[in-house]
């Protein structure tokens, strides 16, 4: 044996529970009682889990690991509030990074300003002198200082793709808040990273120019970090949610060195200005990049943007408006997408906000349905943040995964909730952020933080299912219990990948993924799962991570 974990409280998601295993040439061995594995353990380099629990290794089912990579070291705005709020959290940062064209900074909240829009003169006061943009913690929206758009070249605007808008002000310049990928492109443009960071999700190509070796292996090391960061959280799988071979080329080169902390999945991102051609890709994605560490087999899409800015797409006006948003992708431009990519054998994801983006989702994955029959497909349908109860039940009798982000719902505590009347109608709370009536649908449903939207820890979305916080009535109580919030983090999105057979449960023959936790879930309160924090990593039978 190689090593062996002993004494733990070990949650298998595989029958009984245990106290112990083995494992060898990164495969689990056995599953047993301490006294059985002892027996078994030889020179194995022993871990004594002191009556902790012992998991399959967390899997994140939906994350931007680039981007979450990079933003590690970006200044972050959550909790900054005013001008001066901004300020003092930025000034210093500034003085810290002398050399960066555009200072870049994550996490500003719609209302930091309170309750009025934040604007570019809003930001030229926080920082006069150098350029500074600042993106919201959903990363579909970025503010930008004067100097900034002046760099940008948006401060009198510019002709975007559909779906984004750089919103001007009534004077005929922006006024500094830029919607969507296609607005803000050009500001990430001229970040210290060029924006590549992002490329999968904004374009999904690969960086034009090609990448320096300078540049390279800065991205190298910055996803090396992110990994590690990862690991350290107890996550020994990531599946990625925007892509393109570059990325791939990233971490393949990281699995070469033997430097790859997590198994990750990064998909094709096929978006709505793309013809149906642009498929092909997804098929030569797949076949270059196949290993048990480094993969690709799926399609992801954008339908819609998010309720905080009003781009979610609605099947009715926003509360006191006359505009439902719209969807990214037209009816039959998706509708095919889907039926091709389904038709190639590809998995697909969606990201879908609005109740008409999930509906529209749905419907495409009807069609699919319809035109190639039904088959094994796991298509997902990512975040659900509002849903007509009618297309509840659709989930499940297509087959189809609703992949969900407790602490994007302000019943996690990691958001506030939203002003009655203000984004939803009263009738569309009962169906917000709804995963326990979609569970109960019986539907299948998977867990995730969407990093870096929140931070990729695992135990506070954990604690944001099962425990929650106390909200207004009107926000239906969708808390659930402990095991089946663990069973959405490991089981069921090995399941979501087709790996159900050989991982995600700890049993002989499986991969040697698994995390030793501090303290026994089971035994504290809910309200205290957030503090949890892995103890011990492994990731294909070697260790990843040691507190």
């Known amino acids: 044996m190689d090593l062996v974990i002993l004494n733990g409280r070990v949650i298998t998601f595989d029958g009984p529970d245990a106290q112990a295993l083995a494992i060898k040439d990164g495969i689990i061995t056995a599953v047993g009682t301490t006294a059985e ?3 078994i353990a030889g020179t194995a380099k022993v871990i004594d889990a002191q009556g902790k629990t012992v998991l399959p290794g967390f899997i994140d089912s939906h994350v931007h690991l680039f981007q979450g990579a990079a933003e590690l070291d970006y200044l972050n705005l959550y909790g900054a509030e005013g001008v001066d709020g901004i300020a003092a959290a930025v000034r210093p940062y500034a003085a810290s990074r002398p050399n960066d064209p555009l200072l870049f900074a994550s996490a500003i909240d719609y209302h930091a300003m309170g309750d009025r829009p934040i604007t570019r003169q809003d930001l030229d006061a926080a920082m006069p002198d150098r350029a500074f943009a600042a993106m919201a913690s959903d990363h579909h929206t970025v503010w930008a200082n004067t100097k900034a758009l002046e760099m940008a070249g948006l401060l009198h605007g510019a002709v975007v793709d559909e779906g984004s808008e750089v919103v001007m002000a009534a004077d005929g310049t922006a006024a500094g808040e830029l919607r969507e990928p296609g607005a803000y492109k050009a500001v990430l443009d001229c970040t210290a990273l060029g924006g590549r960071e992002m490329l999968g999700l904004m374009t999904g190509a690969d960086p034009v120019p090609a990448v320096t070796a300078k540049e390279r292996a800065t991205d190298k090391a910055i996803m090396a970090k992110g990994l590690a960061h990862c690991a350290s959280h107890g996550i020994t799988g990531l599946h990625n949610m925007d892509g393109n071979v570059y990325q791939l080329e990233l971490l393949a080169a990281l699995e070469a060195d033997g430097d790859l902390q997590c198994r990750t999945e990064v998909p094709m991102h096929l978006k709505h200005t793309d013809s149906l051609e642009r498929l092909a890709e997804a098929a030569e994605m797949r076949a270059a990049y196949n290993s048990d560490m480094v993969w690709s087999a799926r399609v992801k ?7 905080d800015s009003r781009t979610a797409f609605m099947l009715q006006p926003y509360p006191n408006t006359d505009s439902a948003s719209a969807p990214l992708f037209s009816d039959e431009h998706f509708k095919q997408a889907c039926i091709r990519a389904d038709k190639m054998g590809l998995q697909i994801a969606v990201h879908a906000i609005g109740d008409a983006a999930v509906r529209q989702t749905l419907d495409g994955y009807e069609a699919a349905q319809k035109a190639n029959g039904v088959r094994d497909s796991r298509h997902r ?29 302000p019943r996690g505590g990691f958001f506030p909730p939203y002003e009655k009347g203000f984004l939803l109608h009263d009738a569309q709370y009962e169906n917000a952020f709804a995963w326990k009536k979609i569970r109960d649908s019986g539907a299948k449903m998977i867990f995730s933080t969407d990093w870096p939207v929140v931070p990729v820890d695992v135990m506070p979305t954990i604690q944001g299912a099962v425990a929650g916080v106390d909200l207004p009535d009107h926000w239906p109580d969708q808390r659930q219990g402990l095991r089946e919030t663990l069973a959405s983090y490991t ?3 090995a399941w979501v990948e087709f790996n159900e057979s050989r991982k995600g449960r700890l049993r002989a023959g499986m991969m040697a993924d698994v995390v030793v936790m501090d303290t026994d879930l089971e035994a504290i309160e809910p309200d205290q799962l957030g503090k949890a924090r892995a103890a011990v990593t492994i990731c294909a039978g070697r260790i990843t991570y040691t507190a």
């Open 37 to 39: 594995i002892k027996e």
């Open 491 to 493: 089981r069921d999105n």
């Open 301 to 307: 899409m954008f339908m819609d943007g998010v309720i």
């Open 381 to 409: 349908i990512e975040h659900i943040e509002t849903i007509h109860p009618d297309d509840i039940p659709r989930i499940a009798a297509l087959g189809a995964v609703a992949s969900i982000q407790p602490l994007h719902s």
